[in-house]
């Protein structure tokens, strides 16, 4: 039996907790001398009060369901994923190598074949650290962040001296055709006669995403591949005995976590900047480990943290952009959520659970 | 490569291997507990802005060191809380304790300072001063020993010598104390412990404060012995570093020695060839800059077997579901 | 349930206090009430046995006591004495000793290390640990509690590591020692030698609390037994006033067949051949040394033996799921087929399309997943096939069916298979587990410990399934360190010893006598020096040959 | 009003942003104007910025930056009436200003100082990251120190491959010990905030340091030989004095329009010999004559000199 109602536990606590992290944020606003109602005024009106900030926001919510996605399959085979960073920069080389060498004569076509490069890449940046966990013993928590340093050489070195394109300052590749632009949400809009989020850079990649966390969603809870999964991630001894192949299960199951990460590429690389730039995941993979540990690896979990964070994200940028409130202001509220939703949730739940028992102790007595 | 290069490139790796080492058995205390810890880089980050702020200010290294240990502290007591009193995910704790250093140092270094989250530069006796060995002078010229003695091992500051006494002292603590044999303990099984009459979580909020304390060195090292001030994120990935060598070193103190050594050494050997000339081929600066990181996953792979870590490590102790 | 707890011991005339005295005591896990307004009475210098079905709250009654939770309400008296446990500290001061269910013991510590643990006198290690050292030799002399002080406890045999824990309490000057199912790890001898400490034990004042399923033991043993069912006492009598029967029907609610009823058996032609089966494992050892049987169609072939000899390693070769890293030889056929023992077609899942069924030693950590409800346990290791597959998808709904009527069929409690499987008690646990392999109706059934920590009831039950099964003429080979339940089920019993069969017996014609000596490495035929490949945690049965007899 | 927009490295980068700003107040404590000014926070903002700012009627609008050539190129025809200015790109638009610097001219120049102030004839070099930028900075450099020193030596790293590699003050002084045990006596820095500690460094010992963008000389007076100035204030400071007749095109801020330069001032003038002051003078005026021809790395992505 539950201690209490479901809803409590899925609603009520981050709910609550959310107002603690947003109350702890107020004061630290404060106390930098700073009105914390107009910080929040600022926040919400420029990730969500017009369809401009909507277009913002759900750009970072899309890069942040891939690498969240990334992060929670691998979790659900006891394996942290570390690396989403660099298997998300692994993705936009992905994404940057078929885009400018084939020739692709429409986005719907160079979609799914960018989708491929970039899982590909992704999937194979995961794949050494796999093997080795697999068959090595490594810890894959230092292979995969050993790897976000090699990637990220590795792109400096791509960008600089291979993708650069001659006398250009910028190390960046040049800019995909025109012919692979993905259309935006704004232009998608526009052809159901709707003026929605002119200028902003969500685009397609967004229900690739959301496509992407039912998939997920399928894998984990629907298939023999996810229950596998799941069950080598709860105890090894028990899947050898059920003759579950430890190595088989441990390499797919990063194949496709990096696979995910890779295909982050799609929407920033591919659908944004329509070029290659260095750095071009920006911290997406790391805030991916957040989304996924607060959305409880769960798809729609990790949907909802995405949102939050793509929220947080754009907001935190408004602030920063529009008002004298450094960026770093958003980072610490970050942190607090994060905190308070994620780690010191049991300080809610706690006393919730008490509560809720008491009534119903209370309801049983009469 | 002269025997000059190798003395320079020693000397290079132990301070560049000083953050880790400190940070890596910090690591040791916590995890050793039971309490996972990703945030040793927000610890040490933001120990080493309260060190660079309170040493500019009062002029005193010293001060500067105890008010990083208790920057690094305060964020331990809150992994603490949320890991040992709440039982909430010691990851999640972690990743949010990284960003929080990484905000507010800024934010708060921006406020105070108003140099865009740097402190002014720390001049004299704000910065930790090297240590020169008795007869390092007099012993320069003798042959061989001379130049180790010399170069190597003189001419420190104060925390790297504190740093190196950290890994017997702590391979004391853990092997010949009671508090160690309790801490071992707690890692492994907190039931024995509990059932033993030992309070589970007094032990682990003493393991998290030791690893506070030693975090806050390494970030004192970095802004008041390395450096002459902080800069922002100058933790520069340094705690995920200290992270890896920790699992490289299989949770025990003296590996911790040898797997930050190693660090330190593939990345001072990279500083000192940035442009490796084989010949047919120069490797490009990028990848000397990765190597360290390429040479780590091929060790891994070939040497170091499975890592196991405490077996109670990351599960909160909840007796009562 | 009306049974009004009639209290025994509770002579008036006792002068001296009860050494443990609790008054309604309650404690609720969340919504479940564990323990509901419990009284009882312990006498000084008793044996007093506690029985009751799994999840009635036995364990947690003593952890009450031993200050590991704390009552919701209720009153705790030692000695006469009113006392507050909060923690284990409380307890230990009060004198009370407690070896749990599940060892609370640091697998990596030596014993030495787990003994002085949170009893350390001073800051230093090295005067603690001399002193355990003295302690750890008088100890063992006066109590014949032998082990290794400097051996790793993940090195000692489960009767060792009970040891240890049973001197962790003496060091600690305990003067109540609570056992929560001492015995269910352990074998005959074992438990007889554990029963003569206890007595030892008794005859120094000492008062011991003992909770445990067999009702032979609460027979043999004890002074005093109480009876728990859901959390409540239903009774407290003197044992030499109660029969076995009585308590099985107080326990349960209904009557209880104590003895397996079962027909001679028809054995048709052989469904498994082993031919000199070997096994080195990672490390080199020799774990099995040669090993040759045969099970026919509708026999039950018993294999006896001191858990660490290669029972566990035949189980998991014959499961398809040999050690990581070890090397095998030999051959084994089942219904005349060769099968691979080396190759991806020597796995888990390959062996199940065979027809081979298995029921791992331990449950919670092979045979179920203790995170995943118990309809998807259900479908473990079967969830390949194609009747819960719909196409690239599982068929959850048709799992859940299947789930709902094994659970159904087995009396799984509670019937809910959307219950996590770690919340159901031990006993139905492992009917979850057998439901599923016998329910396949496999050719043959490998079933390790199929009875460990169960309780009564469900010992009938398992027992009457596995007869069934053979009786519809399919193979089983029944691992167990239960004499009683290897004697009243097999039709052939073979008994292992270092990684050997030292021989095959009729039940009808051994005695446990005898297979206690096939189990010790002395076979009637070779008497070999026992100093030679006998693992350290046989040797003990050697110096007590009242053991078996 | 006029707007500035600064990279992702932040306002106070310590390098060019930094300098873009002291331009920017500048122009705000002459004429008592205001602007506005906005930090990037990441790439996806950039377009965002741009247009909002055009959009509330800013003019000019100035960036610093690189990495907004590509956005600006996009854009800039939406906002005909707009005028931009970029730094450090070239953008072909009606409307734009493109600010670009001859770093390798100012470089060479302190590779001349280098050259004449180093006694080992071994003289460092420090990029943040490995990228083309910093390869003009090192080349013209190694140019000016080899048309001192011909058989003298420059040695080069690069501290990382990561954001952090700008912000690694530790790893800047290990990479100077690295070079000053090499036998370096003077190091250039040109990595943001790991300069810092490359300056440190030199300064702790005992050798001579470079800094680069803005004035550095200060930092550690007597201790850092010039620093490599790139007057990005300048250029800002006349975007916003020109206003809306901002003039399209390109601009190029070399040694001769003062746009790069070597600074001597107060801290560094008992380090400057007339010698070197007058071995200066005379490439400043040969670079300007074109009688010298300082190469430029990103004409052709490679260095005459190693
Ligand atoms: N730590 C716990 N948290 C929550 N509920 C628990 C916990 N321990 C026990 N319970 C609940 O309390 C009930 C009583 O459990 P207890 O362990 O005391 O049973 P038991 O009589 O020892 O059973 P067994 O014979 O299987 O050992 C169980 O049914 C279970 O639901
Ligand atoms: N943490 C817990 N949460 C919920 N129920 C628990 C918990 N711990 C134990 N239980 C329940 O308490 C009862 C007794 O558990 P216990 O730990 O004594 O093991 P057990 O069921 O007797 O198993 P075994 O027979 O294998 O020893 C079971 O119903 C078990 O499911
Ligand atoms: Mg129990
Ligand atoms: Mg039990």
Redesign the pocket.
């Known amino acids: 039996m539950d201690k209490m109602p479901k809803w409590a536990d899925v609603i009520l606590t981050p709910l609550i907790s959310l107002l603690l992290a947003m109350a702890i944020s107020a004061l630290v606003i404060l106390a930098i001398g700073e009105s914390p109602w107009l910080a929040l005024k600022t926040m919400v009106d420029g990730a969500l009060g017009s369809s401009y900030g909507w277009g913002f926001t759900l750009y970072y919510t899309t890069n942040f369901i891939f690498t969240g996605l990334a992060v929670a399959v691998a979790y659900h085979a006891s394996l942290f994923n570390i690396g989403g960073e660099g298997q998300a920069m692994l993705g936009g080389l992905g994404v940057a190598l078929v885009l400018l060498y084939l020739p692709l004569p429409h986005w719907a076509l160079a979609l799914p074949v960018a989708m491929i490069g970039a899982a590909v890449l992704g999937a194979a940046w995961a794949l050494i650290p796999a093997w080795l966990q697999a068959k090595r013993g490594s810890h894959i928590v230092i292979t995969t962040i050993m790897f976000n340093f090699i990637a990220a050489a590795l792109m400096n070195y791509v960008l600089v001296n291979v993708l650069r394109p001659v006398g250009s300052m910028d190390p960046a590749s040049a800019r995909f055709p025109e012919s692979t632009h993905l259309p935006s949400l704004s232009d998608l809009a526009l052809g159901l006669g709707v003026e929605w989020g002119k200028h902003t850079p969500a685009n397609v990649t967004f229900f690739v995403a959301l496509l992407a966390c039912l998939l997920v969603w399928a894998l984990i809870w629907r298939t023999r591949l996810g229950y596998e999964i799941r069950a080598l991630g709860r105890s090894e001894p028990a899947a050898m005995y059920a003759g579950i192949s430890p190595v088989r299960i441990t390499v797919v199951t990063m194949l496709i976590s990096g696979g995910l990460a890779g295909l982050m590429a799609i929407n920033n690389v591919m659908g944004e900047s329509e070029r290659l730039v260095l750095n071009s995941v920006e911290g997406a993979g790391f805030i991916g480990i957040a989304v996924a540990l607060m959305g409880r690896n769960h798809p729609f979990g990790v949907f909802l943290a995405a949102l939050l964070f793509g929220f947080l994200y754009q907001g935190g940028g408004e602030l920063a952009l529009w008002t004298s409130i450094p960026r770093e202001l958003i980072i610490v509220i970050q942190a607090l959520v994060i905190l308070f939703t994620g780690a010191l949730d049991n300080m809610v739940r706690m006393p919730l659970e008490r509560l809720f028992l008491a009534m119903r102790n209370k309801r049983g007595d009469t | 490569m002269d025997f000059n290069t190798i003395i320079q490139i020693l000397d290079s790796a132990v301070r560049l291997m000083t953050p880790l080492l400190l940070a890596c058995l910090a690591g040791l205390y916590s995890e050793r507990s039971g309490v996972f810890d990703i945030g040793l880089e927000g610890k040490m980050l933001m120990a080493a802005f309260t060190a660079a702020s309170v040493a500019y200010a009062t002029g005193n290294a010293w001060l500067g060191l105890a008010a990083g240990i208790a920057g690094s502290m305060a964020l331990s007591l809150i992994h603490g809380l949320a890991s040992i009193t709440f039982m909430g995910n010691q990851l999640i704790s972690g990743v949010a304790i990284n960003f929080l250093a990484s905000g507010l140092t800024v934010l708060l270094g921006q406020k105070i300072f108003g140099l865009g989250g740097r402190t002014p530069s720390l001049t004299g006796g704000g910065r930790f001063g090297e240590i020169t060995l008795p007869f390092a002078d007099a012993m320069r010229d003798i042959p061989f020993i001379g130049p180790i003695y010399a170069e190597l091992l003189s001419g420190h500051t104060a925390l790297v010598y504190i740093a190196f006494l950290c890994v017997p002292l702590t391979w004391w603590i853990l092997s010949r104390t009671r508090f160690g044999l309790r801490l071992r303990a707690v890692g492994e099984n907190p039931a024995s412990v509990d059932t033993a009459g030992v309070s589970v979580t007094r032990l682990r909020y003493a393991a998290i404060a030791i690893c506070g304390l030693l975090c806050g060195l390494a970030g004192a090292y970095l802004a008041t012995g390395l450096s002459a001030g902080f800069v922002k994120e100058m933790s520069a990935g340094r705690g995920f570093i200290a992270l890896a060598a920790l699992i490289f070193a299989k949770w025990r103190p003296w590996n911790a020695l040898f797997a930050t050594f190693l660090f330190g050494l593939l990345e001072a050997i990279a500083n000192r060839y940035p442009n490796l000339d084989l010949g047919v081929i120069t490797i490009p600066s990028m990848f000397m800059n990765a190597l360290p990181y390429i040479l780590t996953v091929i060790i891994l792979a070939g040497f170091v077997g499975r890592a196991i870590p405490p077996r109670a490590g990351g599960e909160p102790y909840v ?3 | 349930m009306a049974a009004p707890a009639k209290h025994a011991g509770g002579r008036s005339d006792a002068a001296a206090p009860y050494a443990i005295e609790l008054r309604g005591i309650s404690k609720a ?2 919504a ?1 009430q ?1 323990n509901r307004n419990i009284d009882l009475r312990v006498p000084k210098g008793s044996i007093h046995g506690i029985i ?10 003593m952890s009450i006591l031993y200050g590991f939770y704390r009552p919701d309400r209720g009153e705790i008296l030692v000695n006469g004495e009113k006392l507050t446990i909060s923690d284990s500290q409380a307890a230990i001061r009060a004198g009370i000793g407690m070896v749990f ?1 599940h060892f609370k013991l640091v697998q990596n510590f030596t014993v030495l290390e787990n003994i002085i643990l949170g009893a350390e006198d001073g800051a230093l290690l090295r005067p603690s640990l001399a002193k355990a050292r003295g302690v750890l030799r008088d100890l063992a002399t006066e109590y014949q509690l032998n082990v290794d002080p400097d051996e790793r406890i993940e090195e000692l045999s489960v009767g060792h590591q009970q040891r240890v824990e049973i001197l962790k309490a003496l060091y600690r000057h305990a003067d109540i020692l609570i056992l ?2 001492p015995t269910g790890v352990l074998t005959p001898a074992e438990a007889d030698h554990l029963f003569r400490i206890l007595e030892g034990l008794k005859a120094e004042g000492k008062t011991i609390i003992l ?1 445990t ?1 067999k009702l032979r033991e609460i027979m043999d043993i004890t002074d005093n037994v109480s009876v ?1 069912r859901r ?1 409540e006492m239903v009774a407290s009598v003197k044992t030499a006033q109660t029969s076995p029967e009585e308590l099985a029907e107080l326990m349960v609610g209904r009557k209880v067949l104590l003895s397996v009823d079962k027909t001679p058996a028809k054995p048709g032609k052989p469904v498994l051949e082993v031919r000199d089966l070997k096994m080195v494992d990672d490390e080199g050892v020799e774990r099995l040394r040669g090993i040759s049987f045969d099970i026919r169609a509708g026999e039950i072939l018993g294999i006896a033996g001191v858990s660490g000899n290669g029972q566990t390693q035949l189980l998991e070769l014959l499961g398809g799921y040999p050690e990581k890293g070890s090397k095998v030889g030999g051959s084994i056929r089942m219904n005349g087929e060769k099968l691979d023992l080396t190759g991806t077609r020597s796995d888990a899942a390959t062996r199940r399309q065979r027809g081979i069924g298995h029921v791992p030693e331990d449950r919670q950590v092979e045979g179920l997943i203790m995170d995943f409800t118990a309809w998807e346990n259900v479908a473990f290791g079967y969830h390949q096939e194609p009747e819960f597959n719909r196409g690239f998808l599982m068929d959850n709904a048709a799992i859940r069916a299947d789930a709902e009527a094994k659970m159904e069929r087995f009396d799984v409690r509670p019937r809910n298979p959307n219950l996590a499987a770690r ?1 159901f ?3 139905n646990q492992q009917k979850i587990v057998v439901a599923r392999e016998i329910e396949r109706n496999p050719d043959l059934l490998l079933i390790g410990q199929p009875t460990r ?1 169960v ?1 009564i009831g469900a010992i009938e039950f398992i027992h009457k399934r596995i007869v069934e099964l053979r009786d519809a003429g399919k193979a089983i080979l029944l691992v167990s360190v239960e004499l009683d339940e290897i004697l009243s089920l097999s039709d052939r019993v073979a008994v292992m010893f270092d990684g050997r069969i030292m021989g095959e017996r009729l039940p009808e014609n051994t005695t446990t006598g005898e297979l206690g000596l096939l189990m010790a490495g002395i076979t009637d035929t070779e008497h070999h020096s026992p100093d030679e490949g006998i693992p350290p945690e046989t040797q003990h049965v050697d110096r007590l040959p009242e053991g078996g007899a | 009003d006029p707007a500035l927009i600064y990279d992702l490295g932040g306002k106070f980068d310590k390098s060019f942003n930094e300098a873009a700003y002291a331009g920017a107040k500048r122009w705000t404590e002459e004429t008592g104007g205001s602007y506005k000014e906005l930090e990037m926070q990441s790439e996806a903002q950039r377009e965002q910025a741009l247009r909002r700012l055009a959009e509330t009627g800013a003019n000019p609008i100035v960036m610093t930056g690189f990495a907004f050539s590509d956005v600006l190129t996009k854009i800039a025809p939406d906002y005909p009436d707009t005028k931009f200015a970029i730094i450090d790109m070239v953008v072909d638009q009606p409307n734009v200003q493109s600010v670009v610097f001859a770093e390798e001219q100012g470089s060479y120049l302190a590779g001349v100082m280098a050259a004449m102030k180093s006694q080992s004839d071994v003289v460092g070099f420090i990029g943040g990251m490995d990228i083309p930028l910093i390869h003009k900075f090192e080349c013209g450099y190694a140019q000016g120190f080899k048309a001192v020193k011909p058989e003298g030596k420059v040695l080069v790293n690069y501290t990382g491959t990561t954001p952090a590699a700008w912000n690694d003050p530790v790893k800047g002084g290990e990479l100077a010990k690295a070079q000053k045990s090499q036998g370096a006596d003077v190091i250039y820095a040109a990595a943001g905030g790991t300069g810092i500690g490359v300056l440190q460094a030199a300064a702790d010992l005992g050798i001579l340091s470079i800094g680069v963008d803005s004035n550095q000389n200060h930092l550690h007076p007597g201790q850092v030989l010039t620093s490599m100035v790139k007057r990005v204030d300048n250029a800002v400071y006349d975007a916003f004095m020109a206003g809306t007749d901002l003039e399209p095109g390109v601009r190029v801020m070399d040694l001769k329009a003062e746009g790069v330069g070597v600074a001597i001032d107060d801290n560094n003038k008992d380090l400057v010999t007339p010698e070197i002051q007058a071995a200066v003078d005379e490439a400043a005026a040969k670079i300007g004559s074109g009688e010298i021809m300082v190469h430029d790395y990103m004409t052709d992505s490679s260095c005459p000199v190693e």
């Open positions: 007796k009562e579901r | 896990f969340g479940v564990a009751g079905e799994n999840g009635a709250g036995k364990s947690t009654l269910q929560d199912e909770i399923h728990m959390g919340n008690s031990g006993g920590g309780d």
